[in-house]
C-alpha cells in the first residue's frame, strides 16, 4: 500500500538502526545514555499508536541498551477514569438510550463492570466505526435516545464535532454525546511537573499533530528543554524520529522537529480545529486513570450546544471511583518504572481482567508488553510462558 | 485509538454532505472530506487525493512531495543513497 510499504522498509530500518548505534556512542560524558552515567537515556514516545507499533515491529530489542522507550499516556481508552465508565453503563442501562461508541471501549472495565458486560445483560449498546453511524442510528430510531460516547484526543474530536454541526444542522433532535475527548499538551505538561522526572525527549503524536499542529509543542521544547520530533506510525518513521531526537540531544539542539510532513502542518487542520473551536469548550480539568485530575486537559460540549450534551441531557452520577492501590501505572507512565516491576502485572493484572489503566487497551504499555511477551527484558519469558498475540493487534 | 489509514479519493458521493468514496488498500469506503475542503480545493478538486482516514473522516492530505522529501532524508542518514529512487 502507498506510503505504508516504503516506511516499513527492512533495509531502510537496518540503516538508520545503524546511525542510531553511531549517534548513541556521541552521547557527551556525564548525559545520559553516555558510559559515565547510571541511566539510559529515556525518550518517550506519548501516543499508544506508537507504543503499540514499537512492540509490533519489536523495535524496542533492536535500540542499544543505552537508549530507553518510556511509554506515554497517549492511549485514551487506557486513561478513561473508572467513573466516567460508570456513567457510560448508567446511560446505557436507560431503557430510552442506544448507546453507540468505538469498540475499543468495550471491554474497558468500570467499577463494577465493563460496557461489554452491561450489554449481555440486556443494555442495548452498538459498536461504530465512526460517530456519523451513530448519528444515522438516530435518524433511524426517532422513538429512541441515541447517545455516542466519545472518546479520543484532538485526532478524534473534530469528527464528533462535525457530526454534532451535522444533526444541528439536519435537526436531530434525539441525539447527544457523552464527550470524553482530552488534549495531549496539558497531560504532557502535568508529566513535565513531576519532581522526579527522569525523561529526555519526545516522540510526538502524529495523528494528534495533524489536526492541531507542530506548533503547540513548543512550550515543551522551550519551558521544560525537551526535544520533541513528531513522527509517523511505520516502523521506520519512529526509527527515524528516534535519530532526530538524538541528534538534537548530542549536537545540544532543542526544538521542535517534524518528521511527518506528509501529513503534519506546522498549523495543523484549521477546518478540524475550527470545529472543535465551534462545538467544545475546555473543562477546568479532566480525570486521567492513572494520572489523577489535570488542569484544561478535557473538553466538553459547548452550552451553544446543550442540546447535543449527554452530560446535560440525562442525570449522570459522576461518581469518583479510585485508581487500584496495587497500580503502578503513573510511575511506568513517567518512565519510572517498567511493567514488569509493578508487583500485579501479569498475575493480578492481565489484558482480561486488567486492574490499571496501562493494560486496559492494546495501546497501553503493560498490555504492550504482555501480549508480546517482554515478561521481564533481563530474562526473556520461555516460549510457553509467552502469552498469544493480541487480537487486536494492528 | 488514534489509528488512520491512507486511502484514495476514487469520487464524489454527496457533494452536499462532503461523502466521498475512498480505497484503503483496494477496499471501497464512503469517507465525509469536511476537513479537507476549502476555498482553495472545492469538492471536485478533491477526487484522486490521498488522504488519511480516521473513523469515517478524512482528516488531511497526504503530500506526496513531503512524502518524498522524508524517504530521501531518511535515506541520506542511513547512508542508502544508492538506493533512493
Ligand atoms: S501491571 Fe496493571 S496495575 Fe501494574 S502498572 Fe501495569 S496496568 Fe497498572
Redesign the interface.
Known sequence: MKYVHEFRDPQRAQGILRQIEAIAAQLPPGFPGSPSSDRPLRIMEICGGHTHAIFKYGLADLLPDSVDLIHGPGCPVCIMPKGRLDDAITLAQNPQVILTTFGDVLRVPGSSQSLLQAKAKGADIRVVYSPLDALQIAIAHPDREVVFFAIGFETTAPSTALTVLQAAAQGVSNFSLFCNHVLVVPALEALLNQPDLQLDGFIGPGHVSMVIGARPYQVIAERYGKPVVVSGFEPVDILQSLWMVLDQLVTGRCTVENQYSRLVAEDGNPVALGAIAQVFTVREQFEWRGLGEIPASGLRIHPDYAQFDAEVKFSLPHPHVDDHRACACGDILRGVKKPWECKVFGTACTPDSPLGACMVSSEGACAAYYNYGQLDRRRPAAPSAVPSHSSSAR | ????I?G?ILDIIDPQ?LLATVSI?GVKRSV?I?????EDHPVDACVGD?V?V????A??R???E??Q???T???E????NA?TQ
Do not use: K, R, S, Y
Open positions: 485509538m488514534c489509528l488512520g491512507p484514495q454532505h488498500g465525509n469536511a476537513c479537507i475542503v476549502d490521498w488519511l480516521h473513523v469515517g473522516f482528516m488531511n497526504i503530500d506526496a513531503d512524502a522529501i522524508t524517504l532524508m531518511l535515506d542518514i542511513a547512508e542508502l538506493m
